[in-house]
């Protein structure tokens, strides 16, 4: 683990140009922020199930002082399993999408108002099951040159969530928490904690590789 301050966008988009996107570190290095419950479901990838697909971009960019940052979004309050949860924007295939990758960058415009023509994308990560909607995730990573002007769509976000991704990546704000499930069960889940929000299941998974390959990739002399 590297020891991390506030990084620069230079220094963390140039380490993730030179990732290896083709060995990733895949479903153990998710596994290590699964609820233990769920990590059977996880490993089966959905066999059986016909889950649906879909997709989720980790945008990195600039911040106002040039250090490098993501967003997440809050989920509205509805009667369902993701209910209020933190993720990254996306959503499931639509019909007419050529790819995973449109998936990605039309829900990202759709969720938050980033055009598709301002992400450089430089990788898909591992695939994820996601037992309780039955989902299977495609995450992708993209770049974005400077600092965005979101424009959330107030029926699939009720907030965004701006983070300096140095947060992350030192390894700081891993721990654990207690979360209610959807259908009421109590468990102890690994997580991430950025502010007062909690960030665990399928995002943290998602998180986790991303940091692993991110690591593999970064290499600074201080």
């Not at 230079?10 to 290590?32: H, M, Y």
Request: negative net charge.
């Amino acid at each position: 683990m590297h020891s991390y301050d506030k990084l620069a966008f230079d220094e963390v988009s140039a380490a993730l140009r030179r990732a290896d996107f083709i060995t990733l570190p895949g479903q153990p290095v998710q596994l290590t922020m699964a609820p233990d419950i769920r990590k059977d479901q996880i490993r089966g990838m959905g066999k059986g199930h016909e889950p649906v697909k879909s997709s989720v971009m980790i945008l990195i960019y600039p911040g106002v002082e040039g250090s490098a940052k993501s967003v997440f979004i809050q989920r509205p309050k509805y009667d369902g399993v993701h209910s209020g949860q933190i993720s990254f924007p996306g959503g499931r295939l639509d019909p007419d999408d050529e790819d995973m990758m449109q998936t990605a960058l039309r829900e990202t415009h759709e969720e938050i108002g980033i055009s598709p023509d301002q992400v450089e994308v430089i990788g898909q990560l591992s695939e994820l099951y996601i037992p309780p909607s039955n989902h299977l995730v495609s995450p992708f990573a993209g770049l974005l040159s400077k600092m965005p002007v979101f424009c959330p769509d107030p029926i699939e976000v009720a907030c965004i969530i701006e983070v300096e991704l140095g947060d992350f990546l030192s390894g700081n704000n891993k721990t654990e928490s207690i979360i209610k499930l959807a259908d009421g069960e109590i468990v102890n889940t690994p997580c991430y904690k950025t502010g007062e929000h909690i960030i665990w299941g399928a995002t943290a998974m998602i998180l986790a590789e991303f940091i692993s390959l991110f690591n593999s990739a970064f290499r600074v002399v201080r």
